[in-house]
């Protein structure tokens, strides 16, 4: 938002007050999705006593108010184990811990502190091994390659009758794992791309997302969404589509319907 890049990766959508940094600053952006991660929750591959938890599971666990107060299993529910949960989760500079924030706190850095923090998901997948009654959360591609380490837990949306979910490609692309289910962008300063090798790079990286997403365990997306989000790049459509928190369970191609807001 300050003009310092010419392309920017984004695990979130801009936020109101970056919206507002950027006009502030004279900055006109094109916001491209280019794929969809997941948010996985993960446990030991020794856990025995859950397979699935209910987002209102997460947020006891997660928010603030059982900072140094929600230590132990049985603590959440009274017949898991009267064992001290050891937890695992994004930095707060990144866009992971502001997306799991919002979708399961209700607000974006929303969260309890104690807990082993890291930008570096094989720290994360490390720790949640190594101890039986760890539990974490990481990105889709990261517990994909690590799969046989770990167990994903699938999660319940409190919605009676609705069975729990576990992450894959068919759950997001079904939009049944909303709102654990987030794109991932591109953000295009407007003005860089009178510099012809940033346009080439941009056109080059549009033609082959899907190939590559799909090499690194990413989620392309579904159906015609890249011919919409290459029309966007074409008519330099500025601006983002993704100014609400309900978006976050919309799914990719009603969005790349609306007309982006400057």
């Known amino acids: 938002t300050r003009g ?7 695990s979130r959508p801009i936020k109101e007050e970056e919206v507002k940094v950027a006009k ?10 280019i794929a969809y991660d997941a948010l996985t929750v993960v446990v030991n591959s020794r856990n025995d006593w859950v397979d699935s938890i209910k987002v209102s599971d997460l947020k006891k666990i997660w928010e603030p108010e059982a900072q140094g107060k ?10 898991w184990p009267d064992k001290e949960i050891k937890l695992y989760g994004a930095g707060s500079d990144s866009g992971t811990f502001d997306y799991f924030t919002e979708a399961v706190n209700g607000k974006s850095k929303a969260s309890r502190g104690d807990y082993t923090a890291s930008e570096d998901d094989n720290v994360l997948v490390q720790g949640v091994e190594g101890d039986r009654y760890a539990l974490g959360y990481l990105g889709y591609s990261y517990y ?8 994903a837990l699938g999660i319940e949306w409190d919605a009676k009758g609705k069975p729990a979910v576990k992450p894959s490609e068919e759950a997001v692309l079904a939009g049944a794992y909303n709102p654990l289910a987030r794109p991932l962008f591109i953000y295009v300063n407007v003005k860089s791309l009178e510099k012809p090798e940033v346009k080439k790079f941009v056109e080059f990286y549009l033609k082959n997302v899907d190939r590559l997403a799909k090499e690194v365990k990413y989620i392309p997306l579904p159906g015609d969404a890249y011919s919409k989000v290459k029309t ?5 459509e500025k601006g983002t589509a993704f100014l609400h928190q309900s978006d976050l369970a919309v799914p990719i191609g009603e ?7 400057p």
């Open 70 to 79: 929600l230590t132990k299993w049985n603590q959440v529910r009274p017949e």
């Open 144 to 151: 994909a390659a690590h799969q046989k380490r770990l167990k």
């Open 232 to 236: 966007r790049f074409d008519k330099l």
């Open 4 to 10: 310092e890049t010419d392309v920017q990766d984004a």
């Open 24 to 33: 502030e600053s004279g900055i006109e952006y094109l916001e491209l999705p």
């Open 255 to 261: 969005i790349l319907n609306r007309v982006p807001a």
